[in-house]
């Protein structure tokens, strides 16, 4: 299983009075790490978007758990993987450490999606094509 780590050092701006981490910035996180796995896949977002036609990988459902705080200063450390695939939709698997300490986890549930061709402002879910999947074999 491809899984992909980036540190992250926590900066004033990411934290609030408390100084610990605002916990929208765990989701910015794990959106960064989803498309830094879909990169080192070989299967970055404008490929896919010129090859296969997509719009993107629009997120129908996300949540995190927070587990142990990260304070102004720490450096943590964002791992991520695809923990399953369905037929239209995949679904992200993100750890962050800090300290080697597990400080949150959590999930996005993001649809293989392209234009309704019978309403272009609309979106249609598709099947994953194999050859993506493929991808992120190890």
Avoid at 29 to 46: C, I, R, T
Wanted: aromatic share 12%.
């Amino acid at each position: 299983m491809l899984k992909n780590t980036f540190s992250v050092h926590i900066g004033w701006g990411h934290c609030d009075p408390a100084k610990i981490v605002f916990y929208p910035n765990y989701f910015i996180w794990f959106d960064q790490s989803a498309h830094h796995l879909f990169d080192k896949a070989g299967a970055n977002m404008g490929d896919l978007m010129n090859q296969y036609g997509v719009v993107g990988l629009p997120i129908v459902d996300a949540h995190a758990e927070f587990l142990y705080p990260s304070k102004y200063g720490d450096v943590i450390e964002v791992t991520s993987w695809i923990s399953e695939w369905r037929e239209k939709t995949l679904i992200v698997a993100h750890e962050i450490h800090n300290n080697e300490r597990l400080a949150v986890k959590g999930i996005e549930v993001r649809v293989w999606a392209k234009s309704h061709p019978d309403d272009p402002k609309r979106l249609q879910a598709q099947v994953i094509p194999d050859s993506i999947k493929a991808c992120f074999e190890l």
